[in-house]
């Protein structure tokens, strides 16, 4: 489990520092935030105020004892993190397919609580991928909603493809999730002059509170977080850089960090809560916004007191429909591929071979460093202390699909594979950077 720049800049800084950061590296189609060029940036501080974590009871509170856990593609070590507060699982560095996110979201579940000082409680998921499978079988959004029954929050990214998208990215489309769409805060720290981003994908509905639609806004605009010196980004935009260890960027992953952490501050306060109860806490104790597409929808921004506000509230869980997992992997990836040789892995099959959903939704898909089977890390943790402790990693070689490469896929190195979907696309992984049409400069202002 690597740690991404979003998620230690807005728990770590802008809201709280969760005791134990549990942390998780992997998956597919990253909605990514984007380098802000522009002028003006929104400093952590000034997240804080909009979302009013620096008043009242919400001040007092840090996220001790709450694990955060974030699943995400292509992260790196940033400086300036507390060590003692990163926990490190199995790896994989580099674009990487639907059925290693779901990997990843069955580690997260097995091992939530493998430090009790510190369980997992909350799930960030900053990306998507471009399937579209039916809810009532689609296997990454059984995936979601086996940890949400876990007792652990999800909190998902809506997706960057702009308001008139449609939909949201899977698995923000899942209602069980907590789906969040980013605001811009115009430069201030109040709320009125507040509006939804435009780049925020939207459901093809009328209201708010409705299957598939976005549930919570957070700002997500020209926010400063911290800096990964050297990176592909950071090379291609020094203009985004704010003084020496910040960096301005853009994106429904940078609210759903904020949302996230907001979370870790109410499990704090209410460690007994369940996911129904901290969603509808979140969404209910939000600040409706007056203007614009966010007034006509009834869509509002976190705050964090009004949430607090609400705990004393009855929660009834809501009667969703679960998913049986039983359904295409293929739908759960949709349009997001990896690519090898230039063919698409594409049918019921992961990175590593065949992939029978039905088996794998009746089973416990994890054993030490194995899952469903196949070996994608060592058996257990390194180190003495929990603290800064790193899941062993394991050597795993992935017959290809198809094409020429006799060795097939190899983790961390992705060298020369390449990534295509409707975010990413012309891309390939070398080391630790990236390159790729997504990252144009007009994503990027």
């Not at 690597?2 to 909605?31: C, D, E, F, K």
């Not at 993190?81 to 699982?89: E, K, M, R």
């Not at 994989?92 to 996110?101: L, P, Y």
């Not at 004393?312 to 969703?320: D, M």
Request: hydrophobic share 40%.
């Amino acid at each position: 489990m690597n740690i991404g720049r979003r998620l230690r800049a807005a728990v770590a800084t802008a809201v709280a520092v969760p005791a134990g950061l549990a942390l998780t590296g992997g998956p597919a189609s990253a909605v990514v935030s984007s380098a802000d060029t522009t002028a003006g940036a929104t400093t952590l501080a000034q997240v804080r105020s909009v979302i009013g974590a620096d008043t009242g009871t919400a001040a007092t509170l840090t996220g001790k004892g709450v694990g955060v856990a974030l699943i995400d593609t292509g992260v790196a070590s940033v400086p300036g993190l507390p060590a003692a507060q990163i926990v490190n699982g199995p790896t994989a560095t580099g674009a990487v397919d639907v059925s290693q996110m779901i990997a990843a979201l069955d580690w997260v579940v097995q091992h939530r609580n493998d430090d009790p000082a510190n369980p997992i409680r909350v799930l960030n998921l900053s990306y998507g991928s471009g399937g579209s499978g039916q809810s009532w079988t689609d296997p990454l959004q059984f995936a979601v909603e086996r940890a949400w029954k876990a007792g652990i929050v999800v909190v998902a990214a809506a997706g960057n493809n702009g308001n008139a998208a449609g939909t949201l990215t899977n698995p923000a489309t899942d209602d069980w999730v907590l789906a969040v769409g980013a605001t811009a805060t115009n430069g201030t720290t109040a709320t009125g002059d507040d509006t939804l981003a435009t780049f925020t994908n939207l459901a093809s509905t009328t209201t708010a509170g409705v299957a598939g639609q976005v549930d919570l806004l957070a700002p997500g605009t020209s926010i400063a977080s911290l800096r990964v010196p050297g990176s592909n980004v950071d090379n291609l935009y020094p203009s985004a850089r704010v003084g020496e260890t910040l960096f301005k960027g853009s994106g429904t992953s940078q609210a759903t960090a904020v949302v996230s952490a907001a979370a870790a501050l109410l499990l704090q306060a209410k460690p007994a809560a369940t996911p129904n109860q901290v969603k509808d806490w979140l969404i209910k104790g939000a600040t409706a916004l007056g203007t614009g597409t966010a007034k006509t929808l009834g869509l509002a921004e976190l705050n964090v007191n009004g949430a607090l506000a609400r705990t004393g509230t009855t929660v009834t869980p809501p009667a969703l429909q679960a998913s049986s997992g039983a359904g295409s992997l293929q739908g759960s990836r949709g349009t997001s591929y990896l690519t090898l040789d230039g063919v698409k892995l594409t049918g019921e099959r992961t990175v590593w071979g065949p992939f029978s959903s039905i088996q794998w939704a009746a089973a416990t898909s994890w054993s030490g460093g194995l899952w469903l089977g196949y070996r994608l890390a060592g058996d257990g943790w390194t180190g003495t202390s929990w603290a800064s402790k790193t899941w062993a990693a394991g050597t795993w070689s992935a017959a290809p699909w198809a094409g020429s490469a006799a060795t097939g896929w190899s983790d961390p190195a992705w060298s020369g594979r390449t990534w295509s979907g409707r975010t990413w696309s012309a891309g390939t992984w070398s080391g630790r950077t990236w390159s790729s049409d997504g990252w144009s400069a007009t994503a990027w202002s």
